[in-house]
């Protein structure tokens, strides 16, 4: 187990799927508000896809060099500092750009397995 936050590399991969998972049903629900007009829902979806992108790069930033050296066509270094920039510069966040920047580092992270 990593001494970092108690949490196992395992269960940090599993965070990071299980996030993968709940960014893109939020993406779909984020679809589906925009196509109505619906501005509450369109919020709630967005929001939900932040939150998951936080949680994303807090797992991989705690994850051991040795898995991600092992994969070094991922871009790690860029998950976490999606991470850092929603956490610290949430005002300066804009939705078209988290959109066109997540679709290919979920793909490349979700085919990772626990």
Do not use: C
Not at 36 to 57: C, H, M, Q, S
């Amino acid at each position: 187990m990593s001494p970092r936050a108690g949490r196992a590399v395992r269960e940090r991969l599993k965070d990071i799927l299980d996030a993968i998972d709940r960014t893109k049903r939020a993406e779909a629900s984020l679809v589906r508000a925009e196509a109505i007009g619906d501005a509450d829902e369109t919020r709630v979806a967005l929001d939900a896809i932040l939150y998951n992108l936080v949680v994303i790069g807090e797992a991989v930033n705690a994850l051991p060099a040795e898995i991600t050296t092992a994969e070094p066509e991922v871009p790690w270094r860029d998950v976490v500092d999606m991470r850092n920039f929603l956490s610290h510069e949430y005002f300066r966040v804009l939705t078209d750009v988290v959109r066109r920047t997540i679709d290919q580092p979920l793909e490349q992270l979700g085919g990772r397995g626990p």
